[in-house]
């Protein structure tokens, strides 16, 4: 039903002349009314519509009949209890919302919403209320400042996307078909994209780089095909923020992409703050600008956020759900409902189908599903890690035995997942007695991730939720846990402190305050160094794990040698799932799909799994490589 049509049908049920203005947020529709009485007593009109039309449907108030701000926050402020401890209050005035910041969003929401309701009928405000993160953090603030800075843009913007869904396009449909295009991550790990194509629709899903790779025809997505055409781009799809999947999206936006990025709000933080991380390793390597700080700021003001298992309608014949994929926080698995029920197509990015120190596993079951892309990270037989139980008390040993001696222990990390679950399982340990306290240096993004780790609690499995709920039992506060935010600390912490463990990005050594840590620390045989996370072929992190021993670092013309020293260690765990996780996602999963496409893992491990999955399930299993196009349907 076209746009046009359907707001003139819903008007139809509504009384006359309620409605000042109907606008989109999206697939979702908003009705401003400048009748108070109907604002407040409008539940069962609105409600009546959600059923007739199953869209979501919302009625604000029109600016004309609103309170005025310093009036309205300050009733807000009266009629939300102390216990709530409101922080920040914002007013987006173009869509009549206001959100309220708390650090119990549970008090200030009120009993079953009460409160809400309350603020609502006495200010005309329509407030939405959001969990101040436990850690301070500017960029964070900075993140959701932009978002209110460009609230008129936005609105006009969400506007747009609705048309686009509701009208659709003059491409024609002579057939139905859909096809996927690998333009990354094709028997390979990094630089994760992927086009998505039906008669009506090109969705781009990821678009990430390869951080191992300095050659640009290696590193970035392979855009140049003939498939692509940035101009015809509808959306795009963010499964989750680690740069092998994000890393790439702000060059779409300096090329003058300004179409919808759907993902959760912590992928939506999180890969704000690696991109600026991305930018800021870029200029202090002296490498190419692919893209600067403006670029990541329009990606933020085009992204629209969306919950687990929330149904949206993202262009005329494709409608997007995002499950839980057990990754990271927000990371997520993308279900495409294509052509109203021609095909369901399912993403699972990376996945983690096992229960982590933060999240739940991925989900397994769907409503449909016919054809599923899996990761092959860990696709290769011999890819079978072992139980988490050991790996905790090799971690203590080696930290143990590393404090004894005098020496520091450095971890490279990824800024999002592997470092918090280490946080956790250091905080456990201690807490349960199993390891002294010993200072934990935090380095790089870690910090302001960590803090989004507790702004979005809901996202995290109900062991951490808990924890975090009560402020002075959460895991991330810990006294022994300490922000290196600067290079005058991180020098502090490489002279002046003793025993110690380092936190630092990046995960594979690839730029990244973990280098400048290496650099000072290799020499030393009293230093220990932890890989905990996957290294890629080419990255430094991978050189030392083979036992290259001796590393030359450039400064201009004039090579540095550094010798290592220090010991070198491997600890098993990872946020991916391991051969026999994949395996039994397979068995376990609902309904069972026709077709299997293997991506994200090295040629032999995704040919591999490929060949397992076939002989276990019998089903069609194809591992493509780059530049090749598969029919979906």
């Given amino acids: 039903m076209a746009q046009i049509e359907i707001i003139k049908e819903m008007l139809k049920l509504l009384p006359e002349k309620a409605v000042s203005e109907a606008a989109f947020e999206g697939a979702n529709i908003v009705f401003y009314t400048k009748d108070k009485e109907f604002f407040q007593d409008s539940n069962g009109a609105i409600r009546g519509l959600v059923q007739e039309f199953k869209k979501r449907v919302e009625l604000r108030a029109d600016p004309s009949i609103m309170m005025e701000l310093e009036a309205a926050e300050k009733v807000i402020r009266e009629m939300v209890p102390a216990e709530a401890a409101v922080g920040v209050i914002r007013f987006d005035s173009q869509r009549s919302t206001v959100l309220i910041e708390a650090e119990k969003p549970g008090v200030a929401i009120g009993k079953q919403g009460e409160l809400l309701r309350a603020i609502r009928g006495k200010t005309f405000w329509t407030p939405v209320v959001r969990r101040m993160p436990a ?220 229960r982590t120190p933060l999240l739940d596993p991925a989900v397994c079951h769907f409503p449909r599903l016919e054809t599923l892309m899996i990761e092959g990270t860990y696709g290769g037989k011999t890819n079978v890690l072992p139980p988490g139980k050991e790996q905790d008390e090799f971690l203590v040993a080696t930290v143990m035995e590393t404090v004894k001696r005098g020496g520091k222990v450095l971890m490279p990390v990824l800024g999002s997942g592997r470092a918090q679950d280490v946080m956790v399982l250091i905080e456990n340990l201690v807490r349960t007695g199993q390891m002294p306290k010993v200072p934990v240096y935090v380095d790089g993004m870690v910090w302001d991730i960590t803090a989004i780790h507790t702004a979005y609690p809901e996202f995290l499995n109900a062991n951490i939720r808990k924890l975090i709920f009560h402020k002075d039992e959460n895991p991330f506060l810990a006294e ?78 004039r090579p540095e040698m550094i010798k290592v020293n220090m010991e070198v260690f491997r600890l098993e765990i990872t946020d991916h799932s391991d051969r026999k996780q994949l395996m039994n996602f397979l068995y376990k999963l609902s309904p069972r799909p026709k077709k299997v496409l293997i991506n994200h893992g090295e040629a032999s491990r995704c040919l591999d799994l490929a060949s397992s999955i076939h002989k276990q399930n019998k089903v069609e299993t194809i591992a493509p490589r780059n530049l090749e196009t598969v029919r979906l349907k």
């Fill in 480 to 557: 022994y846990f300490k922000h290196v935010g600067s290079a005058k600390e991180r020098k502090e912490v490489l002279e002046d402190t003793g025993a110690c463990v380092i936190l630092a990005t990046s995960g594979m050594m690839v730029g990244g305050p973990v280098v400048e840590y290496f650099k000072h620390l290799a020499e030393n045989p009293l230093n220990t160094l932890i890989f905990s996370s996957y290294q890629a072929e080419g990255s430094l992190g991978h050189r030392i794990l083979h036992g290259e021993r001796e590393i030359v670092f450039r400064h201009g013309t």
């Fill in 135 to 354: 850690i301070k953090s500017n960029l964070i603030e900075n993140i959701r400042q932009v978002l209110f800075q460009h609230s008129d843009y936005r609105r006009k913007f969400l506007d747009k996307i609705g048309h686009r869904i509701y009208d659709g396009w003059q491409r024609g449909k002579k057939q139905e078909w859909v096809r996927i295009t690998f333009l990354g991550a094709g028997r390979q790990v990094g630089r994760s994209c992927f086009l998505l194509q039906t008669p009506e629709s090109r969705i781009l899903i990821d678009c990430g780089v390869n951080v191992a790779s300095d050659d640009p025809t290696e590193a970035f997505p392979i855009l140049d095909c003939p498939e692509f055409n940035i101009q015809d781009l509808d959306a795009v799809v963010l499964s989750h923020a680690h740069i092998d999947h994000c890393g790439f999206l702000p060059y779409l936006f300096k090329y003058g992409y300004r179409g919808p990025v759907y993902c959760t709000e912590p992928t939506r933080d999180i890969a704000a703050l690696l991109l600026l991380d991305y930018v800021k390793i870029m200029k202090g390597d002296n490498r190419t600008m692919i893209f600067d700080v403006d670029d990541v700021k329009e990606f933020v003001k085009h992204v629209v956020t969306l919950e687990f298992e929330e149904v949206t309608d993202i262009t005329p014949d494709v409608r997007l759900t995002l499950y839980n994929s057990g990754h990271i926080l927000g990371a997520s698995m993308c279900h495409f409902n294509i052509g109203n029920g021609l095909h369901n197509y399912l993403y699972t990015a990376d996945l983690k189908f096992g």
